[in-house]
């Protein structure tokens, strides 16, 4: 599975927008993107996944370049509880084997 | 409420004994899986399973067995506990197998495991 990279960490005001970027330069053709996010220790989260196409759910946005070298999470209307890590996988159709990094925390201030 | 249940939620274990951490998924899926979390680091695949009767190594397999009788049950067996596996321990489950399923993997809440 390709390797990700995201940015340690990343504020945001509560009420705006906030947007997480992940790069997978080495992403390969069958291999999706996906997005999840782990609160405080609990188990992680699954919020959205794409392959080409934005993809849009009652959670968030995610928005692949059309290289799908990277992507962007979009979180609408940050509030207090997004506060968390957010990780972005990148995975094939492999059984589960979701290779987790150390992901973007995410501090949401009021 | 269906999900990923997982007991205990806090263990702790001797140098040397052995112990079961149970996974119980009500939701029919077909791929489960095991991970660990170490202070302030992602998770690592430990073992995983398509189904039942068939399971595989991920990538820090050494010292835990896994077996699946039923769909819905997938225990992790540590065989003989190190400090090494002072952990916490997540189950998973998906429909899918990857790509094609729209929620993604479900995670238990996990298990605090503490060896000494």
């Known amino acids: 599975d390709a390797k990700t990279t995201q940015p340690p960490s990343m504020d945001c005001a509560e009420g705006r927008a906030a947007n997480l970027p992940c790069n997978h330069s080495?992403?390969?053709?069958?291999?999706?993107v996906y997005w999840y996010r782990q609160i405080h220790s609990q188990g992680p989260q699954y919020i959205i996944h794409g392959l080409k196409n934005n993809e849009t759910n009652e959670m968030a946005s995610l928005i692949i370049t059309e290289d799908r070298k990277s992507s962007t999470l979009i979180l609408p209307h940050a509030t207090l509880r997004d506060t968390a890590v957010y990780y972005c996988i990148v995975s094939g159709t492999s059984y589960g084997k979701l290779t987790f990094g150390q992901g973007t925390i995410l501090t949401v201030h009021p | 409420n269906a999900g990923v249940t997982q007991t205990p939620k806090f263990q702790v274990l001797k140098t040397g004994q052995s112990m079961t951490l149970q996974c119980a998924q009500d939701?029919?899926?077909?791929?489960m899986s095991w991970y660990r979390q170490d202070p302030g680091m992602g998770l690592r695949l430990i073992h995983y399973s398509v189904g039942a009767g068939i399971t595989d190594q991920g990538e820090v397999p050494n010292g835990y067995n896994v077996s699946r009788s039923t769909t819905e049950d997938f225990p992790l067996r540590l065989l003989s506990a190190a400090p090494s596996q002072t952990s916490v321990y997540f189950c998973?489950?998906?429909?899918?197998?990857?790509?094609?399923?729209?929620?993604?993997?479900?995670f238990g809440s996990g298990t605090r495991l503490t060896v000494v």
């Open positions: 998973a489950s998906s429909y899918s197998r990857g790509g094609t399923g729209t929620r993604g993997y479900t």
């Open positions: 939701m029919n899926h077909e791929y």
């Open positions: 080495t992403i390969s053709g069958n291999e999706y």
